[in-house]
């Protein structure tokens, strides 16, 4: 496949079935298949994905594509995990969240966790000397996990042989989305 083919790329999202972020999942989501990628929303369930907006108010509805103990995270070339606080939180706990995210960051291929996504991260142990950004109420989470917490509007690293893409808010989705875009269209470490 050339570097630039995105029509032949693949995304996996991870959500839960309730409280994910409208925007870190539908923009980003928009965005890939408008693009031509492959994206396919895995949750908890087969129950429709019921957003909220600024973790409060009811936002859109979505359609998973599978269930997370479906996903097989080897047919994927990036792992998408959006944040919202409830769906984070609860995400993380899920027992296929962290084998789906240690089968990226064993393998090379990217991540990339907005908001409060990176919890996943956290719960997989796989921060250790990468550094990342997050809503800033994860930071100490994250630094207790060995990760190097800034403030930044996009973080990408690229150590440990893997690409953690990471951001704060939905107010950042344009620089996230860059980046996004990036790790899909040239080759990653």
């Known amino acids: 496949m050339s570097t630039d083919d995105v029509s032949k790329r693949k ?11 409208q925007d870190e ?3 980003p989501q928009r965005h890939l298949e408008g693009w031509g990628a492959e994206v396919t929303l895995a949750a ?5 994905i019921r957003t909220l907006v600024g973790d409060e108010k009811p936002g859109r509805t979505a359609r998973p594509t599978l269930t997370l103990s479906e996903a097989d995270p080897d047919g994927y070339d990036l792992l998408l995990i959006p944040g919202g606080t409830l769906n984070a939180d609860a995400l993380r706990q899920q027992s296929d969240t962290v084998r789906i995210v240690r089968s990226f960051t064993s393998s090379g291929r990217p991540v990339a966790a907005i908001c409060h996504g990176p ?4 719960e ?18 994250i630094r207790n996990a060995g990760g190097e ?9 690229d150590e440990n042989g893997w690409r953690l893409i990471t951001s704060r808010t939905p107010g950042d989705l344009d620089d996230f989305l860059r980046a996004v875009d990036t790790a899909l269209t040239v080759d990653t470490p």
């Open 11 to 21: 995304v996996l999202v991870i959500v839960t079935n309730y409280g994910v972020e």
């Open 25 to 27: 999942l539908l923009v």
């Open 44 to 48: 908890v369930s087969m129950d429709e």
């Open 119 to 122: 919890w996943a991260l956290v």
């Open 124 to 141: 997989a142990d796989v921060v250790a000397d990468k550094k990342l950004t997050s809503y800033p109420s994860l930071k100490t989470d």
């Open 149 to 157: 917490w800034t403030d930044a509007a996009v973080v990408t690293d």
